[in-house]
Each structure stands twice: as C-alpha cells, then as structure tokens.
C-alpha cells in the first residue's frame, strides 16, 4: 500500500508537469539532445517534497504561459530519472545538486537558477518574479 501510493505521487508529479507543457527528460541521451544544442531552455528539476508541490510545480506551470518564453520547457526528476537528472547537472557548473530548482540553459551553458533554498519558505508569487525577471534577461 505505502509503495502503490509513493508511486501515485511521483506520477501525479510528473503529469503535472507535462500537462503544464514541460518535455520530460528521462535519459542522459535525451538530456543532451535539448540541453546540448543552440537555444534556451528552462529545466524543472522536479521532486516529490512539499515545496514542490505547493510552489515549485505551480510556479513552473505558471512560467509556460508568461509572454517570453525559452525554446524549450524541460523537466528532470531527482531521485526518480537518477541518470538524466546528473546529466542535466552536469550543465549546472558551480551550481550545488538541489531540488526542486530552476535552470536556465543557454547554448549549453548555465545562465540563472534558483535553487531550493530559494524556494522552500518562500510564495509562488516570489519564485515567478525570479523566473520571470531571468525570462526578461535571458529569453
């Protein structure tokens, strides 16, 4: 029982995700095919805590309808997707593993995150301004 509802919640997290419109990434091949090309992309590193749920996820759902947009809305998933997800990190250079987090990957290379300290404790509202504030800059 414990392990059927577990995996309920992973996979509750991961429709939520792709019904937001995010590409899921579940391969270190599939990683490098968006991350590794020309173009920008904002990465989801997805998680089943708290603060996923009530402000990472709907602040990413949040950002695919903002006005700018990145060529690519991608999402990993730690702790599920193990390869995939230390691919995506491998682009992260200087960044420390954190999830939930935001990336955002230019041509390959890191160009903002937020990381989950900048998430857990915090409003939608605040982490949509800093994605949205990145989107202006980058996008």
């Given at each position: 029982m414990e392990f059927s509802f577990y995996n309920d919640v992973i996979n509750g997290a991961r429709k939520e995700m792709v019904d937001a419109g995010y590409q899921e990434l579940t391969t270190p091949e599939e990683v490098d095919a968006v991350l590794g090309k020309k173009g920008t992309s904002l990465v989801y590193i997805n998680s089943v805590c708290g603060c996923a749920g009530g402000i990472a996820r709907p602040s990413a759902a949040y950002m695919a309808n903002y006005e700018k947009k990145p060529d690519n809305f991608v999402t990993v998933f730690a702790g599920q997707d193990k390869e995939a997800t230390d691919r995506a990190r491998t682009y992260f250079k200087g960044f420390a593993p954190s999830s939930p987090s935001f990336a955002i990957v230019k041509d390959g290379e890191i160009k903002?995150?937020?990381?989950?300290?900048?998430?857990?404790?915090?409003?939608?509202v605040q982490v949509v301004q800093k994605l949205e504030k990145y989107f202006d800059e980058f996008m």
């Amino acid at each position: 029982m414990e392990f059927s509802f577990y995996n309920d919640v992973i996979n509750g997290a991961r429709k939520e995700m792709v019904d937001a419109g995010y590409q899921e990434l579940t391969t270190p091949e599939e990683v490098d095919a968006v991350l590794g090309k020309k173009g920008t992309s904002l990465v989801y590193i997805n998680s089943v805590c708290g603060c996923a749920g009530g402000i990472a996820r709907p602040s990413a759902a949040y950002m695919a309808n903002y006005e700018k947009k990145p060529d690519n809305f991608v999402t990993v998933f730690a702790g599920q997707d193990k390869e995939a997800t230390d691919r995506a990190r491998t682009y992260f250079k200087g960044f420390a593993p954190s999830s939930p987090s935001f990336a955002i990957v230019k041509d390959g290379e890191i160009k903002a995150m937020i990381e989950r300290h900048e998430i857990e404790g915090h409003e939608p509202v605040q982490v949509v301004q800093k994605l949205e504030k990145y989107f202006d800059e980058f996008m």
